[in-house]
């Protein structure tokens, strides 16, 4: 599998972006793509998910409300909807798959098998 993770930009804070992630080479249906991001100087953090089949989604606190996590089987994409930026929503943002869903490894890096190389999301004050 092969993600390639799009739509990053800069945005002034209030403002919206949409990331996309495009998985190619993707054989089943199970599963679940997870995006997380990470801040310069961070460790890198779960953002959200969303599980393939039935499309149950999941979002850190700090995100929920202001993002929106969504998908489209047909095209194997996933996107990030985020609104109402804040500058601390600035960093590199990173779409990841995996072939299990248990959901409470859903947050953690380490449960996903394949990872996107990186959009840059930079919300100035």
Known sequence: VQLQASGGGLVQAGGSLRL?????????????VGWFRQAPGKEREFVAAISWNVGSTYYADSVKGRFTISRDNAKNTVALQMNSLKPEDTAVYFCADRKSFVVATLRLGQWYDYWGQGTQVTVSS
């Open 20 to 32: 996309s992630c495009a998985a190619s080479g993707r054989t089943f249906r199970s599963g679940a």
